[in-house]
């Protein structure tokens, strides 16, 4: 498929041009949050509900954004979302929605998918979060401050990154 061909020819060029500052702050510090993933399942949304409202009891702004894949429902219209819809054959994510996410200086960005996501990785590399913080896998290194190493559920990926998260000082 050429437009992802495209896309990943896009991403990393947006890798090397994105000269965002990148630093860890101290959790306690931490004012706005980020939450980027894909829609899999009604289960993997309400997990991402229970870190919100984790993050918000620890007076967190959080923001979310999730793709939604094709033949995939949108359960509820809560949060805002981009699709492959929006990808042209060029290759370049064309939602307003999207393109406002990655400009925003979040203090810590979670990419809580389980499995790489060609779009969300666009995304990540033209972000202007400040700390991103995603599951481990080493091709991916460049997109990301913190990675961390687990499988199983997003549900326990989301509690080790918030385990870790808030160790930072």
């Known amino acids: 498929m ?5 896309l990943k020819m896009r991403t990393r060029s947006s890798l090397r041009k ?3 500052m990148r630093a860890s702050i101290p959790y306690k510090q931490t004012k706005s949050v980020g939450i980027v993933f894909s829609v899999e399942d009604k289960q993997t ?3 991402v509900k229970e870190f919100i409202h984790i993050l918000e009891l620890d007076g ?3 923001k979310v954004l999730e793709f939604l894949p094709n033949k995939k429902e949108n359960y509820d219209v809560l949060f805002d979302f981009f699709s492959i819809d ?3 054959f060029w ?3 064309n939602s307003e929605t999207a393109d406002n996410f990655s400009k925003i200086g979040f203090d810590l960005l979670f990419y809580v998918d389980l499995n790489s996501n060609p779009l969300v990785l666009d995304l990540l590399a033209r972000s202007k979060a400040h700390c991103r913080i995603g599951r481990y896998c ?5 997109y990301f401050e913190m990675m961390i190493k687990q499988e199983g559920t997003p549900k326990g990926l989301m509690e080790t990154m918030y385990k870790y998260a808030k160790q930072l000082r």
């Open 45 to 47: 949304r309400q997990d």
């Open 91 to 93: 290759g370049k994510i």
């Open 60 to 62: 967190k702004q959080v």
């Open 138 to 142: 080493e091709e991916e290194s460049p």
């Open 18 to 20: 994105n000269q965002s």
């Open 86 to 88: 929006d990808l042209s």
């Open 2 to 6: 050429f437009k992802m061909n495209f």
